[in-house]
């Protein structure tokens, strides 16, 4: 399979993530598990990222991998920390002779690999996303499949621009939420308020804000007791709101 091929494989797999998901957190988690079987190779994978100067593992398929890079991280030397700090790809590290970074390569080895990679990807200029590999064949990794893991990162952090885009989406959906609830019982109120006092909407209007002014609540808390005073119930809630599904953006390529 050619390059484009198997990224246009790549996102297809990825697509129902990027649209679904709530979080960047959720998105990168589904990311890792697939990591597995886009890549080919049995193993424990993670991705990590250099957020204020702090290197973070955001997701990962097990706790042994978590290990792994929390020893790199400690010690401020291992492959993810060359591939985050310096966007640096050391290509497949032999854990049975590895001598640069002796104490990660120490607890990897105690937790059953011999064979790790740590695979960059830029998101934007100055911010990169790692992918860790962890396996216990080094040989497993050569060749096609720590290819496909470039490849496979790299779509990933392509999508990621437009994940938090659709997740600050989803934040905006919930302010617009309460923004129409609010609208909501605010309406119901000054229909009371026209009825009670035989007047228009506007002079309605004009008793809200007094009262929200001067007992210093919300304009919505006051049409809420309006509506509780003179009708002896609460105010109904307004019909369920329903963002449109966002929609499928690709990342430019």
Same mark, same amino acid.
């Given at each position: 399979?050619?390059?484009?091929?198997?990224?246009?494989?790549?996102?297809?797999?990825?697509?129902?993530?990027?649209v679904?998901?709530?979080?960047?957190?959720?998105y990168?988690?589904?990311?890792?598990?697939?990591?597995?079987?886009?890549?080919?190779?049995?193993g424990?994978?993670?991705?990590?990222?250099?957020?204020?100067?702090?290197?973070?593992?955001?997701?990962?398929?097990d706790?042994?991998?978590?290990?792994?890079?929390?020893v790199?991280?400690?010690?401020e030397?291992?492959?993810?920390?060359?591939?985050?700090?310096?966007?640096?790809?050391?290509?497949?590290v032999?854990?049975?002779?590895?001598?640069?970074?002796?104490?990660? *390569? &120490?607890?990897?080895?105690?937790?059953?690999?011999?064979?790790a !990679?740590?695979? #960059?990807?830029?998101? %934007? +200029?100055?911010?990169?996303?790692?992918?860790?590999?962890?396996?216990?064949?080094?040989?497993?990794?050569?060749?096609?499949?720590?290819?496909?893991?470039?490849?496979?990162?790299?779509?990933?952090?392509?999508?990621?621009?437009?994940?938090?885009?659709?997740?600050?989406?989803?934040?905006?959906?919930?302010?617009?939420?309460?923004?129409?609830?609010?609208?909501?019982?605010?309406?119901?109120?000054?229909?009371?308020?026209?009825?009670?006092?035989?007047?228009?909407?506007?002079?309605?209007?004009?008793?809200?804000?007094?009262?929200s002014?001067?007992?210093?609540l919300?304009?919505?808390?006051? *049409? &809420?007791?309006?509506?509780?005073?003179f009708?002896?119930?609460? !105010?109904?809630? #307004?019909?369920?709101? %329903? +963002?449109?599904?966002?929609?499928?953006?690709?990342?430019?390529?």
């Amino acid at each position: 399979m050619d390059d484009d091929a198997f990224r246009h494989q790549v996102w297809t797999r990825l697509e129902r993530s990027v649209v679904e998901t709530t979080s960047v957190q959720d998105y990168l988690q589904d990311a890792v598990l697939a990591t597995e079987a886009v890549v080919g190779v049995e193993g424990s994978f993670s991705l990590s990222v250099l957020l204020y100067g702090n290197l973070l593992t955001v997701a990962t398929t097990d706790r042994s991998a978590w290990d792994a890079d929390q020893v790199e991280f400690d010690t401020e030397a291992g492959p993810c920390v060359e591939a985050l700090r310096n966007g640096v790809d050391t290509g497949v590290v032999d854990l049975r002779t590895e001598q640069r970074w002796p104490a990660w *390569a &120490a607890v990897s080895t105690l937790l059953g690999f011999h064979g790790a !990679a740590g695979i #960059p990807a830029e998101i %934007t +200029p100055g911010q990169r996303l790692a992918l860790n590999l962890y396996t216990p064949d080094p040989e497993a990794l050569h060749g096609e499949p720590v290819h496909r893991a470039r490849l496979f990162n790299q779509e990933v952090a392509r999508t990621l621009p437009t994940v938090l885009r659709i997740t600050e989406q989803g934040q905006l959906a919930e302010h617009l939420q309460e923004a129409l609830a609010g609208r909501s019982t605010i309406d119901q109120a000054l229909g009371v308020l026209m009825a009670q006092n035989r007047c228009t909407r506007d002079e309605a209007f004009g008793i809200l804000r007094r009262a929200s002014q001067h007992r210093n609540l919300k304009l919505r808390e006051v *049409a &809420a007791a309006v509506i509780e005073r003179f009708t002896g119930h609460a !105010a109904a809630e #307004p019909p369920p709101f %329903t +963002p449109p599904r966002p929609a499928r953006d690709r990342p430019v390529r």
